[in-house]
């Protein structure tokens, strides 16, 4: 039992050191995106106003959410690294939560912003700097993909660097709208290709804030993760030696890659050893569904049904004793 608890310590150990490493790496990589925006947001927004341009102006009030966005999603996963308190048993991981869905609602606004800047200047379109529109868009694409190049790699791992991923890429996608809309302009005088690809630049940023958003309340809602199939998980541990039945099971996600479970195990026989069942359990969930967080209560064969029936009345007829 000794060499199974030590080993179990070796393993959360080895996670949490690999965790620990790729927070860091993270955070260099923001912090050099942090640079690089912000640089570039500067004279973006003076080449918007000296063209007249509303690709690029809206361009440039997107990377300034960027600046925004970046800033807080760094601040974040240096905040969730603190340990916990008596009052946050859980520690911080959520901030990072919070923090996604805070740059999904930015993102929201800024489409919105544009959607109404754009429809006055289908009405009366104004008069565009198509030449300096097109050099500051091409330095402003340079600059996005350089962002989006540092935080791509990290982006899957945590909700929190997909957000600030998002807001770079979608506002690459802008500079790309901005520079259809200068070339557009040049060669063939359409002077309402600024706000008309202002609009799809607007549309697919709100694409963008809707997968984010969506995410974000999940896990904040404790939703089952979407690549946990909880009926699979629950056949699974039945079929453990032992275990004669599942129920009040619980999966949830405390912070992006961070997955936690509860649930009431049932052994077979009062003999059965409770430290071998609850071992098999952990490992399980450890090994076939990445589940590290386990709370598992043991229970005899013998309990009553009126246990059974307090913990069912809340979740349905599918989490009753088999």
Known sequence: MSIGYNKRMSNRHDQDHGRHEHGRSSRSSLKLALVITSTF????????????????????????????????????????????????????YRVEILVALLNGVFLVLIALYVFYEAYFRFLDPPAVKADWMLAVALLGLAANLASAFLLFGNHRESLNMRGAFFHVLSD????????????????????????????????????????????AVDILLES???????????EQLNKLEGVGSIHDLHVWTLTSGVLAMSCHVVVTAEDQSRGQVLSLVNTLARERFRIDHTTIQIEESTAQQEVFDSCNCHFGAWDSPS
């Open 224 to 234: 089952t993760p979407a690549h946990i199939n909880i009926v699979h998980l629950r």
């Open 172 to 215: 690459a996608v802008g500079s790309v709208g901005a520079i259809l809309a200068s070339l557009a302009i040049m060669f063939g005088g359409y002077a309402i290709a600024d706000p008309l690809i202002s609009v799809v630049v607007g549309l697919l940023i709100l694409s963008s804030s809707w997968i984010l958003i969506r995410d």
């Open 41 to 92: 947001l500067v004279a973006e927004f003076i080449g918007a106003l000296y063209t007249n341009s509303l690709a690029l102006l809206a361009d440039a009030g997107h990377m300034l959410t960027d600046v925004a966005a970046l800033s807080l999603s760094s601040f974040a996963m240096w905040f969730a690294t603190r340990p916990p308190t008596p009052r946050k048993t859980y520690g911080f």
